[in-house]
């Protein structure tokens, strides 16, 4: 059965009861419709300093055979509720563009699944076109500053910013635009990204109120004078206005489980090319609210993972208490060296020969001073012994593990999970960011290389040491490092399946968001406008005689 199918069987509840199992009053309670809600935070009781614990979900790297990270995070938070734990689930958004492009929507599957799944996978409660108009404002503001002489002294050839638009278009990489004679505007090369790959879209989540969003905004450099100083959004005058485009937006949305588990979804940048968590003020929220907040990192623990730790938690406080690994066989067997089609078939020494992947992730949460949790999200094709190959080794290292069904089974099916979630956010732990942001921008990125992913060199092009010269003239040295990589390898080639070691990792190019508050670096062929595969998802979705979604997963 598919996922649409187990999401139509579903019995929702009206959200004014969601929200009243949540303790949220109802004056807070702004309702799109039956079942979405907008919560407005500045209506809700202080908490003082009692605070949800968070358990953060990442998972192994990420393969076409599936790991189901959010599948997990839904699963787990209708365990956790069942043991009568206080529990809110905190995710990202979907974006348009992947759910029509290859991944598909990004809900959940099987009994595990947040909903109503076709309207938070579709336009949801508007917050990315929000985002992008916003995003798009700020451009006309900035071009029309360049037809009406230019007062700043933009120099057109350095601005950093692009129109966005959330769909995979990879025709809109590279326009030119401003043509027709000079009514039409100051020609210049410009392009699109993706909505989600924005820094609006990245100061929207890390931003913990109305106040420090506009903030943000009005920080955020849009490019550079003729003399390389910076050019502002505050510059320009034009953060009140985004900021009104997104006094709505910026309040979190409540939508629930399968297993009626209240869910905040809000924001959603990617974690390949942005921080890949949801917004600062809905994981906040949830805290003020419950007991535990299971929330998610974008892909495996080197990419969301690491850029919660380093980034997010830095921001918003919200350090994690504990951290669950994602992992299953098909993917171990995958990182082993099998091609996507022979995963059905039992092989004990691909998962073995895959351990590695999942030893480096795992690593890699103890170096934040966390003793990480591992998910063997089982699936039906799983042998025993292959099973017994993780959980064998997971008992040898003194690393938790459990197996879990939350697919077919729901929150039924993590109920061992759950239970080890709950001593391991009651052990003590020693959380820290893995860099100082006092270190240089250099050493930072030495250090994400070499500690988390395992490489043993850092090589930037000529573009890259240019911007770091700028880096260094403008103060920004104190910034941490939103890495844009590949989410497939350890290194910044997507074919190093494994535990990938000893690469040299190349910067093509550093763009500091100082609104975000972080330096985004680029690796490899990394773009942040995706382009459709050659059979898009989109050509298998409809809608019926009912107006009912169909094809949508």
């Known amino acids: 059965m598919s996922d649409l199918a187990f999401a139509a069987r579903a019995v929702l509840k009206p959200i004014a009861e969601i929200a009243e199992s949540a303790g949220i009053p109802q004056d807070a309670v702004e309702p799109y419709g039956k079942y979405k809600a907008k919560i407005d935070p500045t209506l809700l009781p202080d908490p003082g300093t009692r605070l949800g614990k968070v358990v953060l979900v990442s998972g192994i790297s990420p393969t076409p055979a599936g790991e189901g990270k959010t599948t997990t995070v ?280 895959g351990m590695p992947n999942l030893m480096r992730h795992a690593s890699i949460i103890t170096k934040f001073g966390i003793q990480p949790v591992i998910c063997l999200n089982r699936f039906a094709t799983d042998t025993e012994a292959e099973l017994d190959v993780v959980t064998g080794w997971a008992e040898a290292n003194g690393i938790a593990c459990a197996i879990t069904d939350v697919w077919g089974q729901g929150g039924a099916g993590a109920g061992e999970l759950a239970k080890t979630v709950l001593r391991a956010i009651e052990a003590p732990s020693s959380f820290a960011p893995i860099y100082e942001l006092q270190q240089p921008i250099e050493e930072k990125i030495s250090t994400l290389v070499r500690e988390i992913y395992g490489g043993a060199n850092v090589e930037y092009s000529v573009k890259a040491r240019r911007m770091l010269e700028q880096i260094h003239a403008n103060g920004w040295d104190h910034l941490p490092i939103c890495m844009a990589k590949t989410q497939y390898s350890f290194s910044d080639d997507p074919k190093l399946l494994g535990a990938a070691e000893g690469f040299t990792l190349q910067i093509r190019e550093l763009i500091p968001k100082t609104g975000a508050g972080f330096i985004v670096a680029i690796s490899g062929s990394l773009t942040t406008m995706p382009g459709l595969p050659k059979v898009p998802a989109a050509m298998h979705m409809d809608v019926d005689e009912d107006g009912n979604v169909v094809g949508l997963s």
């Open 74 to 353: 839904v699963g787990l938070g209708d365990a956790l509720a069942a043991t009568g734990t206080k529990t809110i689930i905190a995710l990202r958004e979907p974006s348009v563009g992947p759910t029509f492009g290859m991944k598909g929507g990004a809900t959940g599957g099987g009994q595990s699944q947040v909903l109503p799944m076709d309207e938070i996978n579709l336009h949801f409660t508007g917050d990315f076109h929000a985002i992008t108009s916003a995003n798009n404002l700020l451009m006309a503001l900035i071009d029309n500053h360049l037809q009406q002489g230019n007062p700043l002294g933009i120099d057109p050839r350095s601005i950093t910013f692009k129109r966005v638009i959330d769909v995979n278009d990879r025709a809109l990489r590279n326009v030119v635009i401003g043509l027709g004679g000079p009514s039409n505007g100051v020609p210049r090369e410009t392009g699109f990204e993706i909505t989600a790959a924005s820094e609006v879209m990245a100061v929207f989540c890390l931003a913990t109120g109305l106040e420090d969003l506009r903030a943000r905004l009005g920080r955020m450099t849009v490019g550079y004078t003729y003399d390389k100083a910076p050019v502002t959004v505050d510059d320009l005058g034009g953060a009140g206005a985004m900021t009104m485009l997104l006094k709505d937006a910026v309040k979190p949305n409540l939508v629930q489980s399968i297993g009626g588990t209240p869910a905040f979804i809000h924001g959603g940048p990617f974690a390949n090319i942005a921080h890949g968590c949801n917004s600062a003020i809905a994981t906040n929220t949830a805290r003020a609210l419950a007991d535990v907040v299971v929330t998610e990192a974008g892909f495996g623990t080197d990419l969301g993972a690491e850029k919660f730790m380093d980034i997010k938690a830095r921001y918003a406080g919200c350090a994690p208490d504990t951290v669950v690994i994602v992992a299953t066989i098909r993917a171990l067997k995958m990182n082993g060296g099998v091609s996507k089609e022979a995963l059905k078939h039992e092989d004990v020494a691909a998962v073995q020969a």
